[in-house]
């Protein structure tokens, strides 16, 4: 089994790239971890859908991670298909539960390593797809869901005028119906990333309104 030594993973159940690493993350510091190359087929799924890995496997890498703070943790290691470095944290029935990137650095030298390596065939089982959109990144994801908050409160508050000033805004042409507005604002956050920055905008012009 070979290692990666002295990383670090910030754990998250959505895979995450390094550049869109939060400040507030739980970054974990990494003193030892098994690494293991495997195909492209098998990156692909691990890192984008639920996996529940053989159970022969998980008991091989149980304790063989070391983290700095003294303390081991019973399943994590680093999956690589020659091109990107996935780690993984495993439960105990071997289902993948959270997901890191890596560091640009410590993501080369892990590939670097992957050179010497033969690929492993791990059985696994696929479930279902983890839900993600490579179209709109951490920030804006973060900033939809807040707005989608704070416009189903404005429609529950009834806080029509509010509702209307920011449809007016957004679409250019006025209307009565509440519920109308409240779905259209909702359903064009999903359609145009523009309007996510747009409502966050008016919604820090007028905070105070709708407090």
Not at 79 to 98: P, R, T
């Amino acid at each position: 089994m070979k290692y990666i030594y002295d990383i670090v993973l910030n754990f998250n159940k959505q895979y995450f790239n390094f550049f869109e690493w939060n400040i507030n993350d739980n970054i974990i510091n990494i003193r030892k971890i098994p690494i293991f190359k495997i195909s492209d087929k098998f990156y692909f799924d691990i890192k984008n859908y639920s996996i529940k890995l053989d159970t022969d496997f998980v008991k091989s890498i149980e304790n063989q991670t070391l983290l700095y703070l003294g303390n081991n943790h019973q399943n994590m290691c680093l999956f690589s298909n020659s091109k990107e470095v996935l780690g993984v944290m495993i439960d105990k029935n071997g289902n993948v539960i959270k997901r890191s990137s890596l560091l640009f650095d410590e993501e080369d030298e892990a590939l670097e390593l992957c050179e010497e390596l033969k690929t492993t065939k791990i059985e696994y089982t696929i479930g279902s797809k983890i839900e993600n959109n490579e179209f709109i990144c951490r920030l804006e994801k973060s900033q939809k869901e807040k707005i989608i908050k704070t416009i189903n409160e404005l429609f529950n508050n009834q806080n029509i005028s509010v509702l209307k000033y920011l449809y007016f805004d957004l679409f250019e042409e006025e209307k009565d119906d509440i519920t109308y507005i409240k779905n259209r604002l909702i359903n064009s956050l999903n359609k145009n990333n523009n309007n996510i920055e747009r409502l966050n905008t008016i919604f820090s012009a007028i905070k105070k309104e709708i407090i």
